[in-house]
């Protein structure tokens, strides 16, 4: 395969998956395959930008990066209503299974947000034996959802809210969809998410957590230490990397933070033969 970016449609029954494709440059030796899954909704827009510049880095360093737009989102097939949590997750097999066909060695899925909750749900429900690269990953699907939920009433209060009569979660509950901010929630995705939460996936073979936030609050999360005590009982090296930066996911301007970049790529340089050593 040639260096540089390339976009490209995976074929899959109800259409295609638009993936673009980021290949080491000639000569620079080959480390293994990353699988980046987004994040929800305005968040995956937002992200673009450090997503990119994390990729270029990555694939400068020997990493066969891919970048898959998940049903309904981005430039693959159908509308957002249409996806559920369940074909997501397909979405992350499929995506892992065309990286497996490249023959490039060990594979790490890089999960932002609600995608590192998808990777890891992904990994265990699928066997995947991947490592995880998680960019502060969601660990509560439910809690991620009531979040976005939220937002109607943010709309409703300025009259812009699509159906002022029902909320969202009655729609829902009623097994009809649910427009929030511009996007339909179907009741497989939100019944999905309601029902995933990170855990400690015992077949992983390593994991990398990146977390972002503001002076004074780099330290380790509750939810964080809890999957780290349950990760190393199973024997699963885990590396913790705190950095100072905006939440790039919700500015409004486009933000980047280059802490994050270069601690992920110090992180990903070792692979995960060396996160197996002892300290």
Not at 71 to 92: E, H, M, P, R, Y
Not at 120 to 146: I, M, N, Y
Request: aromatic share 8%; proline share 6%; net charge negative.
């Amino acid at each position: 395969m040639t260096s540089g970016i390339q976009a490209f449609h995976l074929p899959v029954p109800d259409g295609f998956r638009f993936c673009v494709l980021r290949a080491p440059p000639a000569g620079v030796e080959r480390k293994g395959g990353v699988v980046h899954i987004p994040a929800f909704g305005e968040e995956m827009n937002r992200s673009r930008r450090m997503v990119a510049l994390q990729a270029d880095l990555l694939a400068a360093d020997g990493w066969l990066v891919m970048q898959i737009d998940p049903l309904g989102t981005g430039d693959s097939s159908g509308d957002f209503g249409d996806a559920g949590w369940d074909a997501w997750l397909a979405d992350v097999k499929l995506a892992v299974d065309w990286m497996r066909g490249q023959e490039v060695g060990e594979i790490w899925l890089w999960g932002l947000r609600l995608g590192g909750l998808l990777a890891a749900e992904a990994v265990r429900r699928f066997d995947l034996r991947c490592g995880l690269l998680l960019w502060q990953p969601v660990t509560s699907g439910k809690q991620h959802l009531q979040q976005f939920l939220r937002l109607w009433k943010a709309a409703r209060i300025v009259g812009k809210a699509v159906d002022e009569t029902r909320s969202p979660q009655q729609r829902l509950d009623a097994g009809e969809p649910a427009e929030v901010a511009g996007y339909s929630i179907s009741p497989a995705l939100a019944g999905g998410m309601q029902h995933a939460a990170l855990s400690a996936v015992a077949a992983v073979p390593a994991v990398h957590w990146l977390h972002i936030g503001a002076p004074g609050a780099l330290e380790p999360t509750p939810a964080f230490a809890r999957l780290h005590e349950a990760w190393t009982a199973r024997e699963v090296p885990v590396s913790f990397a705190a950095v100072e930066g905006p939440p790039f996911w919700q500015t409004q301007e486009i933000e980047e933070v280059s802490e994050l970049l270069a601690r992920t790529r110090a992180l990903m340089a070792a692979g995960i033969d060396a996160a197996r050593r002892p300290a």
